[in-house]
């Protein structure tokens, strides 16, 4: 839905818009016990190898404190040549049907902006080779946005009933794209996994998503782009960012769609639990928490040894809060996320008692 209908989003005739969330809310709030996706199972993997900020610093003009201070990253992770971003998926997509407590599922949606190949799309690999069969699989591009997007879409196949439950993954390996002599950049992305098991249940069970908001603004699209090989026919294609502009987008976007998801819920901020953004940089995820008037004890921000690791840096947060107890079983909790496209998304649920399974490779 364009956000240019924003405030006609309150009509439900005459040709006004609403957001994805809005279309059933006022039926989810009649009944704990209409069709939802439940979360059952979380997972998450990193690569084994850290790269501190005194190594990237001795290449490029800058300094441990400089990146400390301006982006809150200590270390991140990154693959070693022989890994792909399909090993990263298939080990957290694993670690979450472990987490699950099962081996099966119907379906598995795959974001990632860094696949190893335009064609085919990685999902059915990715189900293959975790021992899924012949399931329906897909790949979702949406940036950083991509695991809620991926979430909504896969919650939606299960509401429909199409099918009863999905595997959500999402797996990055930004270190293959960025410039390494690009201090804006270079600095900020680290590589890794996280996925989610969904199965059918109820708007009143624990882990229920209750709640999505999703936008894009396409005048934006060149804020945080790959050239194409038509508008770069030879040499490196990197990845670009216009780093402020993005900065104030992402506040702006992910605090709007924050408080959608919020009035979607019934709940005030005073009353949320966690908020767990898109793990871009400490000052979007502290300005963001300053717009909402959140204390930073209800803000994740868990980047410091990860870096930025795009659509899987979510599923990353949460599998990282579950394991320190951040994160506890009946909190109301948001998550808010922004990336290229322009694209935002964010989701609304209760968290639910499970264990993370998370491992390195």
Request: charge should be neutral; glycine fraction near 12%; include cysteine.
């Amino acid at each position: 839905m364009p956000r240019n209908c924003r405030a006609d989003r309150a009509r439900t005739s005459g040709g006004g818009c609403m957001s994805a969330s809005r279309l059933d809310i006022g039926v989810r709030r009649d009944s704990e016990h209409r069709a939802a996706a439940v979360i059952s199972g979380l997972g998450a993997c990193l690569p084994s190898r850290a790269v501190h900020n005194t190594s990237l610093a001795e290449g490029l003009d800058t300094s441990d404190e400089w990146i400390r201070t301006r982006t809150g990253i200590q270390s991140r992770r990154r693959v070693d040549p022989a890994l792909s971003v399909l090993d990263l998926a298939c080990e957290a997509a694993g670690n979450a049907l472990r987490s699950a407590g099962t081996d099966t599922v119907d379906g598995l949606v795959f974001a990632t902006t860094t696949p190893e190949r335009p064609c085919p799309s990685a999902a059915p690999e990715v189900a293959s080779r975790t021992g899924l069969g012949h399931v329906l699989a897909f790949d979702i591009s949406a940036v950083c946005s991509g695991f809620l997007y991926a979430l909504a879409t896969a919650g939606a196949l299960i509401t429909a009933g199409t099918v009863d439950s999905v595997l959500v993954v999402a797996a990055e390996t930004y270190s293959r794209i960025v410039d390494p002599a690009d201090r804006s950049t270079a600095v900020l992305f680290g590589d890794g996994a996280g996925a989610v098991v969904l199965r059918s249940g109820t708007t009143g069970e624990p882990g229920a998503l209750l709640a999505h908001d999703l936008g894009s603004d396409g005048t934006g699209a060149d804020l945080i782009r790959i050239p194409g090989a038509r508008e770069q026919a030879t040499g490196q294609r990197w990845f670009t960012m216009s780093g402020r502009k993005v900065y104030l987008q992402a506040v702006d976007r992910m605090a709007e769609s924050a408080r959608r998801v919020m009035e979607d819920c019934g709940w005030s901020p005073g009353t949320l639990g966690m908020l767990v953004p898109h793990q871009a940089n400490a000052r979007i995820i502290e300005a963001l928490a300053g717009r909402l008037g959140l204390p930073p004890e209800s803000v994740l921000c868990a980047l410091a040894h990860t870096g930025n690791t795009a659509a899987a840096s979510i599923p990353l947060a949460l599998a990282g809060a579950v394991a320190d107890r951040r994160l506890e079983p009946g909190a109301r909790t948001v998550l808010t996320a922004f990336g290229g496209g322009l694209s935002w998304a964010s989701t609304g649920l209760i968290w639910p008692q499970l264990t993370a399974v998370t491992s390195e490779v």
